[in-house]
């Protein structure tokens, strides 16, 4: 069928009205025909992620909506404790953390660092999931292992935006994280 695509003079990178290619509308197709065949749907990988981190990650949404709906737990972690949410929280996807806090994606999971979603999302400076975040109920206040806050985790790395929404949210910027130090 790809051989006749490709004979046939078809435009590979064309987008459809959602602005999905060809390539994005193969994976999404592929991914359901391999979970029509039994594919294991909590399989792991050396990293002890299954699909739907990978899924998560890489703003894959298709699979990801493919995937849930079979699985007994969204909120399982990897080798780092993270949880797919936390992959979609440092990617910055707002529509896959959407749709996994809908599937009951755990807000106030940790991972080995006790970071949670939206330090992520703070750090990486993605704004619109932090809103997300916190509209879901995500603590703006919430500590890792370090006392580092999600206001700590932007301000380290320089997401003025981010910084500043937290600000206006009433976040203590003289809270000291484990050394001392302020954001």
């Known amino acids: 069928l790809l051989l006749l695509f490709f004979v046939t003079g078809a435009r590979v990178n064309a987008k459809d009205s959602k602005w999905l290619t060809p390539l994005h509308r193969a994976?999404?197709?592929?991914?359901?025909?391999l979970l029509k065949h039994?594919?294991?749907?909590?399989?792991?990988?050396?990293?002890?992620?299954?699909?739907?981190?990978?899924?998560?990650?890489?703003k894959?949404?298709?699979?990801?909506?493919?995937?849930?709906?079979?699985?007994?737990?969204?909120?399982?972690?990897?080798?780092?404790?993270?949880?797919?949410?936390?992959h979609a929280a440092f990617s910055g996807h707002v529509e896959m953390v959407s749709l996994l806090l809908s599937r009951g994606a755990n807000?106030?999971?940790?991972?080995?660092?006790?970071?949670?979603?939206i330090?992520?999302?703070a750090y990486m400076g993605h704004i619109e999931v932090v809103k997300l975040l916190v509209a879901h109920g995500a603590e703006v206040t919430c500590k890792d292992k370090k006392s580092y806050t999600p206001l700590h985790a932007?301000?380290?790395?320089?997401?003025?935006?981010?910084?500043?929404?937290?600000?206006?949210?009433?976040?203590?910027?003289?809270e000291p994280n484990a050394y001392g130090n302020t954001p």
């Open 27 to 33: 994976v999404a197709s592929c991914s359901e025909v």
């Open 38 to 58: 039994s594919a294991d749907v909590n399989a792991r990988d050396k990293n002890w992620q299954t699909p739907l981190h990978i899924a998560a990650a890489n």
């Open 107 to 117: 807000i106030n999971a940790f991972d080995k660092k006790d970071r949670r979603a």
């Open 60 to 86: 894959a949404v298709k699979c990801a909506e493919a995937l849930v709906p079979l699985l007994s737990n969204v909120n399982l972690s990897d080798r780092a404790g993270r949880t797919a949410l936390h």
């Open 154 to 174: 932007a301000a380290s790395s320089g997401m003025i935006s981010v910084v500043k929404y937290l600000l206006d949210l009433g976040v203590d910027m003289n």
């Open 119 to 121: 330090h992520w999302a």
